[in-house]
């Protein structure tokens, strides 16, 4: 049983900062890429940044130079430092990851979201 956890949403004045936390745990084998997407009310769920298992990231591009995805592997963490935060970016935030246990394949898994509320 994998689970992905989350942490460190909430709600924050615009140009403030949070740091995301997403732990996994479970009959782990290896974790490949591990990322966040966030899903604003009345949007579809989308990718804000990815990381692979050797460092490489991606980001949207509106988030580019705000936010910044990291990860420790000994710990089976994935953080998501966001800074100079907007309105825009007002949206429930997943974690994901690619993780192969004892017992399958690569398969994609998902935190329970946390919510992140930019509002003066």
């Known amino acids: 049983q994998v689970q992905l956890v989350e942490s460190g949403g909430g709600l924050v004045q615009p140009g403030g900062s949070l740091r995301l936390s997403c732990a996994a745990s479970g009959s782990i084998r290896s974790i490949y890429g591990m990322g966040w997407y966030r899903q604003a009310p009345g949007k579809q769920r989308g990718l804000v940044a990815a990381i692979s298992s050797g460092g490489s990231t991606n980001y949207l591009d509106s988030v580019k130079g705000r936010f910044t995805i990291s990860r420790d592997n000994a710990k089976k963490v994935v953080y998501l430092q966001m800074n100079s935060l907007k309105p825009e970016d007002t949206a429930v935030y997943y974690c994901?990851?690619?993780?192969?246990?004892?017992?399958?394949?690569?398969?994609?898994?998902w935190g329970q979201g946390t919510q992140i509320t930019v509002s003066s």
């Open positions: 994901h990851a690619v993780i192969v246990t004892g017992l399958t394949g690569p398969r994609d898994y």
